[in-house]
């Protein structure tokens, strides 16, 4: 590492213990959403996208990422001193979602718990987190989880990408890690691309302004430090994940940075799940960990809207064989799939007024 | 007022966390404290592991009060690995391949609002067909 570094880094090595990843069942084509609104005109920024089951929301299905992750860390519950959920779509607006994923996978009580947000992001704000309470020895393990029903206003192009899933990560001490986390670096600024006020059902965007000053300035620049601090280079990685709101902007940005599209195929699920916003980026990384070598190198880079995106490496360590059959891969959930129409839809995410 | 209900079975709601009997090894759920095979005294905190298969199944049109939102969906007695009979909903299916006997595992799932929009959440097991 190069010196004055603004790189985060723990004191102790940290790294992943475990990972789980969880997509709900329901896919809705980009062509159903089109076939409404667009008389089926108009090019699609994804083939489909998940939508979660009418009894599914982020408590559920972080409870279920959860214990794929705990049934890969095998460790002990009770030695979890955090369980921290980031989503934009927690179910309640004042009660943690949290509490009750800690209850459920036998957390509680003597444990951290406490709800992000940070768009997007706000799962890898939690990883980060937990890479601080970890690495500075407060605690052994703590659970980092990314989580989100993405909201989609009927007819927004937001509406043909807004998704369900995302992943858990037991983070832990580096010499029982399957994958070394080496460091991480955040870039942020107040850049007003995306939100949703208070009470509001829909969020709001700037449109193309969710482009170059938002997306692709905040991810070009956390990455780019990060090649640069840690003096590596693109090739130096197995693969790359970007945060992926559609399947164009990680495509692109990966260019940009000098990464081949071999490396980044294996964490780009966006086309065929969707945008899982605080999901989107980790529930990539997880595809990957499910494939990669000991050895192999893996940057992640997250973005959030309001704005601001987390660099992180990893390093595979010879623990992931044994690990990562011990839970569903994240494969097994994206082809785990039941297509349905634009009213099926319309029930199951209550967009339709019944008083 | 339901709060202190739910909360009360939140444990075996969210984990199918039962009771096992220190005397017959039988495990127990609900959860009642008296081993329903020997008599004797069962307190003794028991996980299940969440895998069964389906006994018996009916499909509810008329949902009761707080469910009408799911309806119509499948109601079935549920064979646990470990012995009890449990009844819940099953969910991500298939119904094509739904049969007696078919493997399921239990997922936590949001089972209704308690009261209206305003009410409490409550959560707990539902079953879902095995994934491959």
Known sequence: MTENSKLLQPENPVGIIGYGAYVPKYRLPATEVSKVWTDGVGGLPVVEKSVPGIDEDVVTMSIEAARNAMNRARIDVSEVRAVWVGSESHPYAVKPTSTIVAEAIGAVPNTQAADWEFACKAGTEAMVAAMGLVGSKMAKYAIAIGMDTAQGRPGDPLEYTAAAGGAAFVIGPADEALAEIECTYSFVTDTPDFWRRAYQKYPEHGHRFTGEPAYFKHVTEAAKYMLETSETKAEDYAYVVFHQPNAKFPQTVGKQLGFTPEQIKTGLLVSEIGNTYSGAAIIGLTAILDEAKPGDRILMVSYGSGAGSDAMILKVTDQIDDRRKNAPSTRSYISRRKEIDYATYARMRGKLTMK | ?132
């Not at chain 2, 936590?108 to 959440?121: F, H, Q, V, Y």
């Open chain 2, 1 to 132: 007022m339901d709060i202190p209900r739910h909360w009360r079975l939140k444990k075996q709601r969210y984990a199918l966390v039962g009771e096992v009997c220190d005397h017959c090894d039988s495990k127990v759920f609900p959860p009642r404290d008296i081993c329903p095979d020997c008599g004797e005294e069962a307190k003794t905190l028991y996980s299940f592991s969440g895998k069964g298969e389906v006994y018996s199944y009916t499909k509810v049109f008329e949902a009761p009060a707080g469910f009408d939102e799911n309806a119509p969906y499948t109601v079935a007695m549920v064979k646990l690995e470990e012995g009890p009979l449990v009844t819940a909903q099953l969910t991500d299916l298939d119904e094509s391949n739904l049969e007696i006997g078919m493997p399921v595992e239990m997922v936590t799932r949001k089972l209704r609002s308690a009261t209206d929009e305003r009410g409490m959440l409550v959560y707990g097991y539902k079953f879902r067909p095995v994934m491959a």
